[in-house]
């Protein structure tokens, strides 16, 4: 699934080698989207391990505002649309701790709701409690 339109591009493996032979150099980028794929995934499985619900969902917040967002008014406004339970299922989490922790975070005054689009207020605070030991969340 993506977020955006998107162009999908469908390369049968005699193909793609015919095609490395004729260009090495794409041997290496191919690796690195490779590498980079893998470590984003094992980020990922670590962070669903690892931190609490509330640190994944503001992570996940700086991630798609990082990728998926425009400045509006001083604010990060995501361009995606998406449902609790999409976020919640990127997380690993459930639909409802997932709205519980959205609205613990508007209420602190890190994130707003406009429609199903969620606007960042206060990055520096996402960005602090994904630092926060575990010791001090919630404190």
């Given at each position: 699934?993506?977020?955006?339109?998107?162009?999908?591009?469908?390369?049968?493996?005699?193909?793609?080698?015919?095609?490395?032979?004729?260009?090495?150099?794409?041997?290496?980028?191919?690796?690195?989207?490779?590498?980079?794929?893998?470590?984003?995934?094992?980020?990922?499985?670590?962070?669903q391990?690892?931190?609490?619900?509330p640190?994944?969902?503001?992570?996940?917040?700086?991630?798609?505002?990082?990728?998926?967002?425009?400045?509006?008014r001083?604010?990060?406004?995501?361009?995606?649309?998406?449902?609790?339970?999409?976020?919640?299922?990127?997380?690993?989490?459930?639909?409802?701790?997932?709205?519980?922790?959205l609205?613990?975070?508007?209420?602190?005054?890190?994130?707003?709701?406009v429609?199903?689009?969620?606007?960042?207020?206060?990055?520096?605070?996402?960005?602090?409690?994904?630092r926060?030991?575990s010791?001090?969340?919630?404190?």
């Amino acid at each position: 699934e993506t977020l955006d339109d998107s162009l999908i591009a469908v390369l049968r493996g005699t193909e793609l080698l015919a095609d490395v032979k004729k260009c090495p150099a794409a041997v290496w980028e191919l690796l690195k989207l490779m590498s980079d794929r893998r470590a984003e995934a094992e980020a990922q499985l670590a962070d669903q391990i690892f931190l609490e619900v509330p640190k994944r969902v503001a992570k996940l917040l700086l991630r798609l505002h990082d990728t998926t967002s425009t400045v509006s008014r001083g604010s990060l406004l995501s361009k995606s649309k998406m449902t609790h339970q999409e976020l919640a299922n990127m997380i690993g989490s459930t639909r409802e701790t997932t709205t519980l922790i959205l609205n613990d975070f508007r209420r602190q005054g890190f994130v707003e709701f406009v429609g199903r689009k969620i606007v960042v207020l206060n990055r520096p605070g996402l960005e602090a409690l994904v630092r926060r030991s575990s010791d001090a969340f919630g404190k």
